[in-house]
């Protein structure tokens, strides 16, 4: 169509525009989120941004040699004295070889340092207030069973259990997992 009046030429096509459409990035993160981007035409010749917010407990981490908030990674690495240490999430971690030992889990959380050891394994009775000791911990060598997992077999004494300590981004757990049927009390 042309318009002599203006001296130009316009003219419209159905042929499609070369695609603008962007790969998702990152646009900023926190310990809980990422906001994540993009850019796509919308076959006008407009451009839409999208955007989204990923939440999860414990997604980043403050690296302090970057400044940034980083992409947590719940594994441990074993250092040249033995101890397992994870520092790569919002929990610093370090663990003994040795489960039996007085300071066998050391975790320092964003507010908090908790320093702890396992005494054993006991029965209590809420009623009578009574407890009873079944198993002690004994000196055993964790192994590093999967990258953010460590289990420390035949852990106590008196009976078969091993104690498994787990690391995720957004925290730890301990587990003890039977071996055989404990005694009674």
């Known amino acids: 169509m042309a318009d002599a ?3 130009f030429l316009l003219s419209f096509t159905n042929s499609p525009i070369a695609s603008l ?5 990152v646009v ?8 994540w981007q993009r ?3 919308d076959g006008l010749g407009r451009l839409l941004t ?14 302090q040699a970057t400044g940034k908030w980083e992409e947590s990674q719940p594994q441990f690495q074993i250092t040249k004295d033995g101890y397992a240490l994870a520092d790569k999430t919002q929990h610093k971690l370090i663990v003994s070889a040795n489960l039996n030992t ?21 029965y209590f009775d809420p009623v009578s207030g009574k407890s009873v000791l079944l198993a002690e911990v004994k000196d055993c060598v964790g192994q590093l069973v999967a990258p953010n997992q460590i289990v420390w ?11 498994r300590l787990t690391l995720r981004r957004d925290g730890v757990e301990a587990h003890v997992i039977l071996r055989e049927q404990p005694p009674s009390p």
Do not use: C
């Open 102 to 122: 007085a300071v066998a889990v050391d975790l320092q959380s964003p507010e908090h340092r908790f320093q702890s050891h396992v005494l054993g394994l006991s």
């Open 5 to 7: 009046g203006a001296g």
């Open 50 to 63: 999208n955007s989204f917010t990923e939440l999860a407990t414990g997604l980043n981490y403050f690296n």
């Open 39 to 41: 850019v796509v035409s």
């Open 28 to 35: 900023e993160t926190g310990p809980h989120h990422r906001v």
């Open 21 to 25: 459409d962007t790969p998702h990035v």
């Open 153 to 163: 077999p035949d852990a106590f004494t008196d009976f078969r259990a091993d104690y």
